[in-house]
Nanobody
Framework: QVQLVESGGGLVQAGGSLRLSCAAS????????MGWYRQAPGKQRELVAV???????NYGDSVKGRFSISRDNAKNTVYLQMDSLKPDDTAVYYC????????????????????WGQGTQVTVSS
């Protein structure tokens, strides 16, 4: 019942920039965090960046200083600004959201639910 709609991605030369966007919609009580993960062929999915509703951020070591995550809580949208891109950044990038829900009577359900976007390809040429 929650959809993550991604935009951005594509082909860019090394040193270039891309900006990814992801908007969450559907039956949402609150969005606790949103972020980005990536997976390259033959590699495990890894954290790129996450941001909580309060603005706390975490970045993967390989992107620190080059990528920046931001969030518009009113729009349930997260952005990833990627600068100084390297060929090693080539991967499928997946949007993720941690969401709380309520039942039909309006009572908050315990725990949180994980949702994933469909993924968007980022390719950086040398």
């Amino acid at each position: 019942q929650v959809q993550l709609v991604e935009s951005g991605g594509g082909l860019v030369q090394a040193g270039g920039s891309l900006r990814l966007s992801c908007a969450a919609s559907g039956s949402i009580f609150s969005v606790k965090s949103m972020g980005w993960y990536r997976q390259a062929p033959g590699k495990q999915r890894e954290l790129v960046a996450v941001i909580t509703s309060g603005g706390r951020t975490n970045y993967g070591d390989s992107v620190k200083g080059r990528f920046s995550i931001s969030r518009d809580n009113a729009k349930n949208t997260v952005y990833l600004q990627m600068d100084s891109l390297k060929p090693d950044d080539t991967a499928v990038y997946y949007c993720h959201a941690e969401v709380q829900h309520e039942d039909v009577s309006g009572t908050l359900l315990s725990g949180a639910y994980d949702y994933w976007g469909q993924g968007t390809q980022v390719t950086v040429s040398s």
